[in-house]
């Protein structure tokens, strides 16, 4: 059986858009991880793209299958999807090209100037070149960046903007909380806010993949509010268990600098024969 795959950024405007990125010109190395190289997208770029996503900055499981929200953040934006009734039909973009390194970086850039105009000429390439139905921010700074683009000269030439929500980003639950109390009320939470972003949305979503009634969270994820990153999203040949397995790369280091030249990446038990 064939195996789909990303076939990566093979038409225009994309092949010009990944060659002309910004480096530590915009994105200095003290506030990004800019030795992990840029990360661009992950979705459909052929047309076929309804909803837009926005996430925030790529990690480490990002830096190794070089697309974005592939990790916990991304599973759970890709359930948010399915909701919709969305399960191949999305593009997903991050806020920032590169990991934000330290505490307050996202904030400390998030009106640099090269930086969104990159961001800009991405999110005109998207509305060009696909009917969007409708556009999620997740995080604040991913709200920032989409209220950027909706002031710039650009945004102009879209007589209409799609519905839009900024909602609570996925992993705002672990951040935010110190004990797993507080991190499963935060994750209800949540799931409140992005059922108001469910409510708002599914009627504005004209075409879904699957059709069928909106289903709310509850208080906490089910297991199918988890789903695989489908294969179709990454580029040919990643193992399964990328697509399927949660925390699967670390970063690990003696020293801060280590650390951050590190990133180990180990296969699940599961996958292999069991020695005895
Ligand atoms: N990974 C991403 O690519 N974006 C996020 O916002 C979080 C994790």
Redesign the pocket.
């Known amino acids: 059986m064939a195996i789909p795959f990303d076939r990566g950024y093979y038409k225009q405007p994309f092949v010009k858009l990944v060659s002309e990125y910004p480096g530590e010109d915009a994105y200095p190395i003290a506030d990004f991880r800019t030795e992990w190289g840029p990360?661009f997208h992950?979705g459909r770029l052929d047309g076929s793209a309804r909803v837009l996503i926005l996430?925030?900055?790529?990690?480490q499981?990002?830096a190794i299958v070089r697309?974005?929200?592939?990790?916990?953040?991304?599973k759970r934006?890709q359930g948010f999807l399915k909701r919709l009734g969305v399960i191949r039909s999305y593009v997903?973009i991050?806020?920032f090209l590169y990991?934000v390194y330290g505490q307050g970086g996202g904030t400390r850039h998030i009106a640099n100037q090269l930086i969104a105009a990159y961001r800009n000429r991405w999110i005109a390439a998207i509305l060009r070149g696909n009917a969007i139905e409708a556009v999620v921010a997740?995080?604040g700074l991913?709200n920032t960046a989409w209220q950027d683009w909706l002031a710039s000269p650009a945004a102009v030439e879209f007589s209409s903007s799609p519905p839009f929500q900024h909602l609570t980003?996925?992993?705002w639950p672990q951040s935010s909380a110190h004990t797993r109390a507080e991190q499963e009320a935060a994750t209800t939470k949540m799931l409140e806010n992005w059922n108001g972003g469910l409510r708002t949305l599914k009627p504005a979503i004209q075409n879904p993949d699957v059709a069928g009634e909106l289903e709310l969270y509850g208080p906490a994820f089910d297991s199918d509010d988890l789903p695989d990153i489908p294969p179709d999203d990454l580029p040919p040949g990643l193992p399964s268990w990328m697509r399927t397995e949660e925390g699967w790369a670390d970063r690990k280091g003696e020293t801060v600098l280590d650390k951050r030249r590190t990133i180990v990446v180990r296969v699940p038990k599961e996958v292999l024969p069991q020695q005895t």
């Open positions: 990360i992950r996430g925030q900055d790529p990690a499981h990002e697309r974005v929200l592939v990790g916990t953040a991304g934006a997903f991050n806020t990991s997740f995080g991913a980003h996925p992993t």
